[in-house]
């Protein structure tokens, strides 16, 4: 099967019984016993639901991988990932990972004794560097945030077999659409399903896959006792995202493509982020590990004034955070997603009041060129 059948068939296709084309949504918490212990595959809907169970065999299809999870975020998801780990681990970490990834490991697993350090994974020599003989795990993103940084999956891959480590990918932006992580020596992809794979800004939610049948045994073992599992409709509306998701991303890329070679022929733009652009610097690597570079753009427009009236005039760019769904969004990371970073530390990571960054969606290419001109001029 391609990635486009998959979508529409891999995991669990409708139900048996009744010929129903869509999965149902199994809205119950417990099963009846036919004797005590004797049940028919469910008990619990915390330890297993029919109808989160076609979500998680689906993404397990998507990603090649063998067991697949969903939570009811993606931090739930990568809180549940990071419980794999015991007091006196180390983790090496990308320095532009989520905001939420940052907070959740340096406010809340340091205080269980499970420490991190967050260097630039796209230099492999500073990832390199940063282990040390407590260090269990690498957890990077690809391509960044906000500045698109380009990580080289396998080469990261290479560094963990050597020093015994897990590779942990949060797949986010791509997607297994563009990215399989797992193919490229990964041990576990990682998702914010709030995003493109949901697709429509209408459920918040988190996967988790794995290929070894060892380590989804552990994952299973973690959200059964940890508990944040995705209820059934939210289960149900994720699949239904899911359907859609080639015909979405080919159209956020075709467009952002438009869009990000256009704001580079402008000269009232000083840079333009975009992984599909020659230029970018992590330009071939991307080629190289994915068959897409997305739908996220960021450029800088010069000056926070200047970033802040662009925001104010858009029509069809709505101003919120977050990103990845059928509706075009914009954003300041620097006042936005990205506040509560140092204003000099902001500066090192290269994210200026001026940077402006898109999610690009699914309208008319042409209305979405149109509404940023005016609002730049
Ligand atoms: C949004 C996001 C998360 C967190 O996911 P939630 O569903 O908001 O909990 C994690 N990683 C990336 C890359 C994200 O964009």
């Known amino acids: 099967m ?22 149902p ?31 998680e065999k689906l ?33 090496v970490m990308g320095d532009d990972v989520y905001g939420g990834t940052y907070r959740v490991m340096s406010k809340v697993f340091n205080r269980l004794g499970i420490w991190s350090d967050f260097v630039d994974t796209s230099c492999p020599e500073e990832v390199e560097a940063a282990i040390r003989p407590e260090t269990k795990a690498i957890f990077m993103e690809t391509p960044s945030n906000p500045l698109l940084k380009v990580t ?57 896959v794995v290929k070894d049948e060892e380590l989804g045994e552990r994952i299973h073992f973690l959200q059964n006792s940890m508990g944040g599992i995705l209820p059934p409709h939210d289960s149900w509306l994720l699949i239904r995202g899911i359907k859609t998701l080639g015909l979405r991303m080919r ?23 975009y992984p599909g652009l020659q230029d970018h610097p992590g330009h071939s690597i991307a080629a190289k590990q994915a068959r897409g570079f997305g739908g996220m753009i960021s ?40 506040a509560s970073i140092p204003p000099e530390r902001r500066r090192e990571l290269g994210i200026t009041d001026g940077l402006i960054r898109i999610s690009v969606g699914v309208e008319d ?13």
């Not at 979508?7 to 869509?22: K, M, N």
């Not at 022929?265 to 840079?271: F, L, P, Y």
């Open 2 to 23: 391609r990635i486009d059948t998959k979508l529409i068939h891999g995991g669990i296709f409708g139900d048996e019984r009744t010929g129903a084309v869509s999965v």
């Open 25 to 55: 949504i199994y809205q119950v918490s417990t099963y009846k016993q036919d004797a005590i212990g004797q049940h028919r595959g469910y008990e619990y809907s915390r330890t297993g639901n029919p109808t989160r169970e076609a979500l």
């Open 59 to 91: 993404i397990a299809d998507l990603e090649n991988g063998s067991r697949g999870f969903a939570f009811a975020s993606g931090m739930a998801a990568i809180s549940t990932v990071t419980s794999l780990f015991d007091q006196g681990d180390h983790l």
């Open 152 to 208: 080289d999956i396998g080469k990261m891959a290479e560094i963990c077999r050597s020093h015994g480590l897990l590779l942990i990918v949060d797949n986010t932006f791509l997607t297994p659409y563009w990215q399989n992580p797992l193919d490229l020596g990964a041990d576990i992809v990682l998702h914010s399903a709030t995003k493109y794979l949901g697709g429509h800004s209408d459920v918040v939610s988190g996967l988790v």
């Open 251 to 273: 159209q956020h890329e075709a467009t952002s493509r438009k869009l990000a070679e256009w704001l580079k022929g402008r000269s009232d733009i000083e840079q333009v982020f």
């Open 299 to 338: 450029f800088d427009v010069g000056g926070g004034s200047r970033a802040e009236q662009v925001l104010s005039k858009t029509r069809f760019f709505t101003l919120a955070e977050s990103l990845g769904a059928v509706e075009s969004l914009i954003s300041v990371p620097a006042r936005m997603t990205h």
């Open 365 to 377: 290419p042409e209305d979405l060129l149109g509404d940023l001109d005016q609002a730049l001029r």
